[in-house]
């Protein structure tokens, strides 16, 4: 299959310090491509650096089969959209606002004609309609990440990615955002989505590559990647990979080991 986003050995550097390394991805349509590992593992700086907003050090990402950088930035908003961790707006605009904020990259577009039916369909995907009137700065935490989600599926893009769009929700609602982007990849779409919980990935990913110290430790199905052995060692903590009562895996973190454990002796 054609890769719709391919990193060729990309690595990143922060104040002179490179964290992230030799890190290759190819992203397919209809596919969800799942993110995780510990924290400082590189997830973000990876999914930042393939929209186009980290420079890179060395390696090269490509956008449709043509390097990332030579696409124009409104036509790079109209191919991807990008879900950041922060869902900050400084200014009281009412959350049906922030959602049509989306459609700015289809403006003087004839997409532009399916604004009021994107945003519409949006505000339903995030479940905002109920208070689709009220300042998004007086919003709980969950329900600003809800409007965010809104914003970036009213954008229409072919291409989602997510930074832990499922971090300030409830059970609900971080199946909710999972299986609208899952719907969206399924109908020709592609996602890549970072992720702290490893039942989530192993439920929703069709692939999951886990990040360990800047680099790639492991790609593939989850059945292939999530294993205890692996886990363990890359999140040094003991953890349990067991069948669910619906055919999904569940991950389980052992927790009788202590927390105050010193982090460079042996696990148990």
């Known amino acids: 299959m054609t890769a719709v ?3 060729r050995e990309i690595a990143v550097e922060v104040g002179g310090r490179r964290v992230l390394d030799a890190v290759d991805l190819d992203l397919h349509a209809g596919e969800l491509f799942v993110l995780v590992g510990p924290n400082g593992a590189g997830k973000s700086t990876l999914l930042a650096a393939l929209a186009g907003d980290r420079p890179l050090a060395a390696g090269t990402v490509e956008l449709d089969g043509a390097a990332l950088e030579s ?22 605009f009412a959350v049906h ?33 109920a208070f689709a ?16 989600f809104a914003r970036s599926v009213a954008q229409e893009c072919a291409i989602a990615l997510l930074d832990e769009p499922t971090v ?14 899952r719907q969206r990849v399924n109908a020709g779409g592609a996602a890549i989505v970072v992720l702290h919980d490893l039942g989530l990935a192993a439920a929703y990913a069709d692939r999951v590559a886990l990040l360990d110290g800047g680099r790639v430790a492991a790609v593939g199905p989850p ?10 060692r890359v999140y ?10 619906r055919g ?6 052992d927790t009788s080991t202590s927390a105050s454990a010193d982090p460079g002796e042996p696990l148990p």
Do not use: C, K, Y
């Open 5 to 7: 986003l391919r990193a």
């Open 71 to 92: 696409w124009p930035v409104r036509e790079r908003a109209r191919r991807r959209s990008v879900l950041t961790q922060s869902n900050d707006v400084s200014f009281p």
């Open 97 to 129: 606002d922030v959602v049509r904020m989306g459609r700015a990259p289809w403006r003087r577009h004839p997409a532009a004609a399916r604004d009021d039916v994107a945003v519409a369909d949006a505000m339903a995907a995030g479940e905002v309609e």
């Open 133 to 148: 009137e009220r300042p998004v700065t007086g919003l709980s935490g969950g329900e600003r990440a809800r409007a965010a």
């Open 168 to 181: 300030s929700l409830d059970i609900r609602h971080q199946h909710r955002v999972l299986a609208v982007t």
């Open 223 to 232: 059945r292939d990647v999530l294993q205890p052995e692996l886990l363990t």
């Open 236 to 245: 040094r903590h003991p953890i349990d990979v067991v069948d669910g009562p």
């Open 248 to 253: 999904t895996l569940l991950v389980l973190a």
